[in-house]
């Protein structure tokens, strides 16, 4: 097979997917003043609005760097469409709003980002949560019942240091004839794309590695083009006539990308999270060493992992990476590129020693919440600790389930010289 009848590849497709060609930076077709788009007659706004042709409406932006950005990530990650919202969060919720109606249940790993999204505001839509254990496919199958309208999993669960096996999930998701969501953000389409292990529905928090920079707020959502909608009298937004669109019905007028494009409609022209031009430039831009920044991000982690699991004042250590992790096996199936930036450990002093080992690091950024970038994924280094931040207001039994123990330190490692980042933990631990 020649290199063309392959197609091209991530690097290739993270330089040129949604870039026109004849523009070196693409900065000059992607950057503008406004959030909307100007049409030189009304025939092509007619068009949008009446589904005749594509884009955002109704003054959520149909900017260039929207729709180029739009284009690369569904390149990278394998999809048929994406869509770019205000921010991860906002992504989760318009996939979960086209998905659930009251008294529906959502099914999702007990280890994962942002609980009270999820639990505290779907609870208020009358949606309701059943947990499962990423790391125990099985836990899934026993979850599921006659209201559960869909799954969903982190690709490397919160707060970190696992690989969910996303193709036997899928399989479950299947039997159940239930679409599977994978929040992507911390592996990246580098490393590992759900769609080609059973995912349905892919999103992500492009603040994270995707802009690598911490610079702008951002979110997607990747539509796989795999599940029947059709068929399925379950989503009506999607399998039932629409009235307001003089009657089409979703799946049957736009095939594999209708969800993409329902989640459009219904979504982000009714409720509005638009994701700001100048954002989706930064994004789009970042993409470009994407690449790169995430093969030095794996190898810094490696090292870290290695430095940590021998030092007297860390317990268990938990990266993929590691030979020795319980994780190992999924992490040569799923991501043999690398495990990523992110790793979590135990002090072996609990609460307290978390707390004076954040506060005794120099280089590294101790987070003192979520942050813009979900507790990492920048180019530098950052700390944080889940029981005193992300999960603080929840039940020791609660934090216990998501993984969340009093002593645990979650790293994202970043693309410093390693020898600096090791003299940072090192003098760090040294007080702790």
């Known amino acids: 097979m020649t290199d063309q009848a392959r197609g091209p590849g991530f690097a290739t497709l993270a330089l040129h997917a949604g870039a026109p060609p004849e523009s070196l930076s693409g900065s000059e077709f992607l950057l503008g003043p406004s959030a909307t788009s100007a049409f030189e007659d009304i025939g092509p706004a007619t068009a949008l609005l009446g589904l005749e042709g594509f884009g955002t409406t109704f003054g959520a932006s149909i900017h260039p760097a929207t729709a180029a950005l739009e284009e690369r990530i569904a390149a990278l990650e394998g ?223 490696l090292r870290v992992a290695e430095y940590l699991a021998q030092h007297k004042s860390i317990g268990p250590v938990a990266y993929p990476g590691l030979p020795e992790d319980t994780a190992h096996r999924l992490a040569k199936r799923y991501c043999p590129q690398g495990a990523g930036a992110i790793l979590t450990c135990q002090m072996t002093g609990g609460y307290e020693a978390a707390e004076t080992f954040l506060q005794g690091l120099r280089l590294f950024s101790p987070l003192t919440d979520s942050g813009i970038a979900n507790g990492g994924g920048a180019v530098r280094s950052r700390a944080s600790h889940p029981a005193a931040t992300t999960h603080r207001h929840l039940s020791d039994a609660d934090k216990t389930a998501a993984g969340v123990e009093p002593g645990l330190v979650r790293l994202s490692i970043g693309l410093e010289d390693i020898s600096d980042i090791l003299a940072d933990l090192d003098q760090a631990l040294a007080s702790a």
């Open 79 to 301: 999809g048929t469409a994406a869509l770019a919202v205000a921010s991860g969060q906002a992504a989760r919720f318009l996939v979960f709003h086209m998905l659930l109606q009251p008294g529906d249940e959502l099914l999702t790993g007990s280890r994962r980002y942002g609980p009270q999204q999820i639990d505290s505001a779907g609870k208020s839509l009358g949606w309701k949560t059943t947990r499962g254990d990423p790391a125990d496919p099985e836990s899934f199958a026993a979850a599921l019942s006659s209201r559960t309208k869909a799954i969903f999993i982190e690709s490397f669960p919160y707060p970190g240091g696992g690989i969910a096996d996303i193709a036997a999930i899928a399989e479950i998701a299947k039997g159940a004839r239930v679409p599977l969501i994978v929040d992507n953000t911390l592996a990246t389409p580098y490393l590992l794309r759900p769609l080609e292990h059973g995912a349905d529905i892919v999103i992500h928090s492009a603040a994270t590695f995707l802009a690598g920079q911490d610079c702008a707020a951002g979110g997607i959502i990747v539509d796989g083009g795999t599940f029947d909608w059709q068929s399925d009298t379950r989503f009506p937004l999607l399998s039932a006539p629409c009235p307001d669109y003089g009657g089409v019905t979703f799946a049957e007028t736009f095939g594999n990308f209708a969800f993409a494009l329902a989640c459009r409609v219904f979504g982000l022209n009714r409720l509005g999270p638009a994701l700001p031009p100048f954002n989706s430039f930064l994004v789009f831009a970042g993409i470009e060493t994407l690449a790169l920044r995430m093969q030095r991000h794996s190898e810094n982690a």
